[in-house]
């Protein structure tokens, strides 16, 4: 991120973000961190829990400080259900108290406090106690609602005693929001509800992909391609239409990969590769993965349908006439799934009994800086994301806009802020509706798919025009300044 545009702000010539979670599963406070550092000329300090390491970029600036609190441990499933309830309000106590000694005592009293919301609770109270006592601005980025999560975790049909945690919750986070000095969220509608019915005056930041999210060079993907052919070589199953041919020992060829081929000084696109897929995930019960799984069954019989291939026809054939350059009017797909979270062992369980012939799933964990060269790389981006109050958007689709890569996403309230249906992106509400897209988007592919073409013509037209640096410093810092200028007046 460049320093071009930086113009420092605040007294103190500092600010704090806060993040009661994994700072490297949290893009946006990172760019926020980098923005803070870059635009605005401040020495940053993060405080936040360690698990994913962040971008390089934020690890390798001079002016950011990171500080890891220790993570809360999971309870064991050995312990006794009577003590659950003690373990349940234990820990928010801890949290709070853990957080507050990193506010008020590890790091120096900063300017402002910026905070992702949720988690709420503990953490609106905490850095408003702090923010009181170091006599510093604090300011809320709303990225979703704590109580509609929470909601979401323990489940729509929960018990009286749930219910009520979960209003406690709403007034604790309504209460404390509005202690604010000031706020930012992600969606117009978000901003509407926050002014309506929590009284709350929020200044609208979208998510937008920083400067190392954009397409990838031939070059980069080659040696991307290089750098997993080992993870691609090892399918769920015995083998699949990707696996097949490939040697799974991970010495790859350095002049080959299954989409590029190295040849003197040149390096192309193979004709008859696969179609890349890309979804990442968090694997959380908001994001519901058998939709995607059937879309793929579908594709995968309705391509068989149209060829006239027989249920029982052995795939080896099929797969080896691909091996030896044949080209189908539909390509095979590869769905890479990305990400970590506590559903991936139920959804790879439901992928091994799947029976393809031309689809194939991979999951994996991807650095922060091999991620964006994946999404440039890929073909199609899909989104499951399905927002817990209805009013957030899905920054993985932000973070694909960025590489040059168009969209198909589940349809909610509010998701037309991001996708414009026919030039970014499509939306679909099952799995037969993507299933239809699939089949319509790569008819041809590679080079005579003109619809996902247009889209992705579409995505590059708009990712010119829309980056974080910009948005951030119509958006973010004058907002900054205005709330810390108000604080030491």
């Known amino acids: 991120m460049s320093d071009k545009n930086e113009t420092k702000i605040g007294r103190r010539g500092r600010a704090a973000v806060v993040v009661l979670g994994d700072i490297g599963r949290s893009p946006r406070m990172q760019y926020h961190a980098l923005s803070l550092a870059c635009q605005a000329g401040l020495e940053v300090d993060i405080v936040a829990y360690g698990g994913s390491e962040p971008h390089a970029a934020l690890l390798q600036h001079q002016s950011i400080h990171l500080h890891r609190m220790t993570q809360w441990p999971s309870v064991p499933q050995s312990l006794p259900k009577i003590l659950r309830p003690f373990m349940l309000v234990l820990k928010p106590l801890v949290q709070f108290l853990v957080l507050l000694y990193?506010?008020?005592?590890?790091?120096?009293?900063?300017?402002?406090?910026?905070?992702?919301?949720?988690?709420?609770?503990?953490?609106?109270?905490?850095?408003?106690?702090?923010?009181?006592?170091?006599?510093?601005?604090?300011?809320?980025?709303?990225?979703?609602?704590?109580?509609?999560?929470?909601?979401?975790?323990?489940?729509?049909?929960?018990?009286?005693?749930?219910?009520?945690?979960?209003?406690?919750?709403?007034?604790i986070e309504k209460h404390y929001g509005r202690m604010a000095s000031g706020a930012f969220c992600v969606t117009k509608a978000m901003q509407h509800e926050l002014d309506q019915?929590?009284?709350?005056?929020?200044?609208?930041?979208?998510?937008?992909?920083?400067?190392?999210?954009?397409?990838?060079?031939?070059?980069?993907?080659?040696?991307?391609?290089?750098?997993?052919?080992?993870?691609?070589?090892?399918?769920?199953?015995?083998?699949?239409?990707i696996s097949y041919g490939m040697s799974g020992t991970g010495e790859s060829d350095p002049n080959s990969t299954l989409f590029t081929i190295h040849t003197g000084t040149n390096i192309i696109m193979k004709q008859n590769r696969p179609a890349i897929i890309v979804s990442s995930t968090s694997w959380t019960p908001d994001e519901d993965f058998s939709i995607l799984l059937e879309a793929a069954l579908m594709y995968d019989r309705r391509v068989a349908g149209l060829l006239n291939e027989d249920d029982v026809s052995d795939e080896e054939i099929l797969w080896n006439e691909i091996c030896n350059g044949k080209q189908f009017l539909y390509p095979r797909l590869l769905f890479i799934i990305t990400g970590k979270g506590p559903e991936k062992d139920k959804y790879e369980q439901k992928i091994r009994k799947l029976k393809l012939k031309r689809v194939a799933f991979r999951t994996m964990w991807l650095t922060a800086e091999d991620y964006p060269l994946l999404l440039g790389s890929a073909d199609l981006g899909v989104c499951l994301h399905t927002s817990s109050s209805g009013l957030d958007l899905p920054m993985k689709v932000v973070d694909?806009?960025?590489?040059?890569?168009?969209?198909?996403?589940?349809?909610?309230?509010?998701?037309?802020?991001?996708?414009?249906?026919?030039?970014?992106?499509?939306?679909?509400?099952?799995?037969?509706?993507?299933?239809?897209?699939?089949?319509?988007?790569?008819?041809?592919?590679?080079?005579?798919?003109?619809?996902?073409?247009?889209?992705?013509?579409?995505?590059?037209?708009?990712?010119?025009?829309?980056?974080?640096?910009?948005?951030?410093?119509?958006?973010?810092?004058?907002?900054?300044?205005?709330?810390?200028?108000?604080?030491?007046?």
């Open 400 to 489: 694909m806009f960025g590489c040059g890569l168009p969209v198909c996403a589940v349809s909610y309230s509010c998701i037309e802020e991001l996708v414009e249906i026919n030039r970014t992106g499509l939306l679909f509400s099952s799995s037969s509706e993507l299933a239809d897209q699939l089949m319509m988007l790569f008819k041809g592919f590679p080079h005579e798919c003109d619809a996902l073409s247009s889209l992705r013509e579409g995505v590059l037209a708009k990712a010119s025009s829309a980056k974080w640096v910009t948005g951030w410093d119509e958006n973010a810092k004058p907002l900054l300044s205005e709330v810390i200028s108000q604080n030491f007046s």
């Open 197 to 241: 019915n929590w009284g709350i005056k929020a200044t609208v930041l979208y998510d937008q992909p920083p400067e190392f999210f954009r397409p990838a060079s031939i070059e980069e993907k080659h040696e991307l391609f290089c750098r997993i052919s080992e993870s691609l070589s090892q399918p769920f199953g015995i083998q699949d239409c």
């Open 102 to 171: 990193y506010l008020c005592f590890k790091i120096p009293a900063p300017d402002v406090f910026l905070v992702q919301n949720p988690p709420s609770v503990p953490t609106l109270v905490a850095v408003k106690w702090a923010s009181c006592l170091r006599h510093s601005a604090f300011v809320v980025d709303w990225h979703n609602f704590g109580y509609t999560l929470l909601s979401l975790t323990l489940g729509r049909g929960s018990s009286f005693v749930t219910i009520y945690r979960c209003q406690n919750i709403s007034r």
